[in-house]
Nanobody, 121 residues
């Protein structure tokens, strides 16, 4: 019904930057909150940042001042600009959206397939 396609991960040196994108498509009436989560090796999945449809922002303390989340409602896309990357930012990054599905008129939560970000020299 709803698909999320992520892009932009990769290998970067400490101090470098990456920009992740996540585009939602399918049977979408409305997208409310959009966000990014990550799962470091051997650890639980954790919140990175969220953005409401109206633009309210929420960040994990560990990324404040370095990461910026944004969205383009016309394109059903959420972005994560990551600057000053550290080795501890290494993880699989997942996008997450809350969607009102047009075919069922029910809200559902959807996840992307994940994209690997590796910060290493």
């Amino acid at each position: 019904q709803v698909q999320l396609v992520e892009s932009g991960g990769g290998l970067v040196q400490p101090g470098g930057s990456l920009r992740l994108s996540c585009a939602a498509s399918g049977s979408i009436s409305v997208i409310s909150d959009m966000g990014w989560y990550r799962q470091p090796p051997g650890k639980e999945r954790e919140l990175v940042a969220t953005i409401s449809r109206g633009g309210s922002l929420n960040y994990a303390e560990s990324v404040k001042g370095r990461f910026t989340i944004s969205r383009d409602n016309a394109k059903n896309t959420v972005y994560l600009q990551m600057n000053s990357l550290k080795p501890e930012d290494t993880a699989v990054y997942y996008c997450n959206t809350r969607v009102l599905v047009s075919t069922t008129q029910k809200w559902g939560t959807y996840w992307g397939q994940g994209t690997q970000v590796t910060v290493s020299s």
